[in-house]
């Protein structure tokens, strides 16, 4: 059964911040892990769950540029975390699971966008390997942690998966690469990872979003030289980003929503934006957004996580 894509009107909005999300809610006494919690959008949300109490979890791949990034953020902790290796994911999951400690939130924001052609683990395109078989490999490993009443795992995907479905007879682009194509690919993998999730989960208390924070400037686009921004419409002729963008603080938002709010507990699966369920997209426009019919079909969710079990072997669920 697809989760119903209807607004349900929560009075915050594309400008609400991850600070205004969690005004009114205190995470004292919670623990949550963010991938990516270090730079760009995972950053500000680690600051505003921490502001709320939370005790954040932060996985690296570059762990020195993480402690310094959260020096002065108390109740943290950095460990290492390569996404695209499955022996690293191993690690640090048995390290996560040995402190005996549950998770209340698990927020998947790690990733790539438009990476050089690459290759990782058995000749896995790296944004489907990084982006969403990582993430996958993670939730299984620990599936053991996510037992408080009311965990949630949100993910963030992209209205980038607008220009792609899961490219099923050419998964790894070996009949030619598309750099956008593969992000866009692993973004409907990231949607539709979290539709199968909350089915899987909904027996344990569980519920799985998938989240799309609105266009950000952030080291995300490191792989786009500058002087394509303008030609991207991402930036004015002055190098300002054009009407429409968020800041991080603004970005961070809707996933820490979907994380928090107590308004989502009959949409498990659901896909939101700008911390409200988010529509069908009428058009192709990302910057309005919405979310294509591709990425909620549960026939599709069910057999994207099948072929992910075969290629990671897990499946915990």
């Not at 795992?153 to 998966?161: I, L, P």
Request: contains cysteine; aromatic residues 6%.
């Amino acid at each position: 059964m697809t989760t119903r894509q209807q607004k349900i009107g929560t009075g915050l909005g594309a400008h609400s911040t991850a600070d205004d999300v969690l005004a009114q809610i205190d995470l004292t006494g919670t623990t949550a892990l963010v991938t990516g919690g270090y730079s760009g959008l995972g950053l500000a949300t680690s600051r505003a769950l921490v502001r709320a109490g939370a005790h954040v979890i932060v996985p690296a791949r570059r762990p020195a540029a993480a402690e310094a990034a959260l020096r002065d953020l108390p109740r943290t902790e950095v460990h290492a975390l390569d996404l695209a290796d499955l022996d690293s994911v191993r690690v640090f999951a048995e390290r996560v699971l040995e402190s005996g400690r549950p998770l209340d939130l698990l927020i998947n924001g790690a990733g790539v966008m438009a990476c050089p052609q690459s290759s990782v683990g058995a000749g896995w395109e790296a944004h489907f390997a990084i982006n969403h078989l990582g993430h996958f490999a993670l939730v299984n490993r620990l599936r053991p942690a996510l037992t408080s009443s009311g965990s949630r795992v949100v993910t963030v995907a992209s209205s980038g998966h607008f220009l792609s479905d899961i490219r099923w007879t050419d998964l790894h682009f070996r009949a030619g690469y598309d750099r956008w194509l593969a992000y866009a690919q692993s973004k409907t993998a990231n949607a539709l990872f979290a539709v199968h999730l909350d089915r899987l989960g909904s027996d344990l208390g569980l519920n799985s979003f998938a989240v799309h924070p609105g266009s950000i400037l952030t080291p995300l686009q490191r792989h786009i030289p500058r002087s394509q921004w303008f030609e991207q419409g991402w930036v004015t002729s002055d190098g300002e980003p054009v009407a429409g963008f968020k800041t991080p603080e603004q970005g961070a938002a809707t996933a820490v929503w979907a994380a928090t709010s107590p308004l989502l507990g009959d949409r498990g699966g659901a896909y939101c934006q700008d911390c409200d369920v988010a529509e069908p997209a009428t058009s192709d426009d990302m910057l309005v957004g919405g979310v294509k019919p591709w990425a909620i079909d549960p026939a599709a969710a069910e057999r994207l996580w099948t072929l992910s079990s075969e290629l990671t072997g897990l499946d915990a669920f």
